[in-house]
């Protein structure tokens, strides 16, 4: 059983920024493609960053240049750095993990909402 665990997330202005840590349990996080989804209200939930097991990253078009996906496997943690944050991020953001023979997981969110 994988748990998700997210924190980091708060209140901050426009142009400001947050870091989301995401961390898990078990034995699989290193061989796990990670995944941070946001949903704002009224919204489809939208994927925002994905990095695999060996370093690759993919962003949205709407966060590219001001978020950066990490991954600790020693600690088996996955961070989301967030710059630059506009209105438009204001969102609950999600931690997921995907793995080919133990399926996907969700952490429990953490809101983060952007405003002056």
């Known amino acids: 059983q994988v748990q998700l665990v997210e924190s980091g997330g708060g209140l901050v202005q426009p142009g400001g920024s947050l870091r989301l840590s995401c961390a898990a349990s078990?034995?699989?996080?290193?061989?796990?493609?990670m995944e941070w989804y946001r949903q704002a209200p009224g919204k489809q939930r939208e994927l925002v960053a994905s990095?695999?097991?060996?370093?690759?990253?993919n962003y949205a078009d709407s966060v590219k240049g001001r978020f950066t996906i990490s991954r600790d496997n020693a600690k088996n943690t996955v961070f989301l750095q967030m710059n630059s944050l506009k209105h438009e991020d204001t969102a609950v953001y999600y931690c997921?993990?995907?793995?080919?023979?133990?399926?996907?997981?969700w952490g429990q969110g953490t809101q983060v909402t952007v405003s002056s």
């Open positions: 078990g034995s699989i996080f290193s061989s796990s493609v």
């Open positions: 990095i695999g097991s060996g370093g690759g990253t």
């Open positions: 997921t993990s995907v793995h080919v023979a133990y399926g996907g997981h």
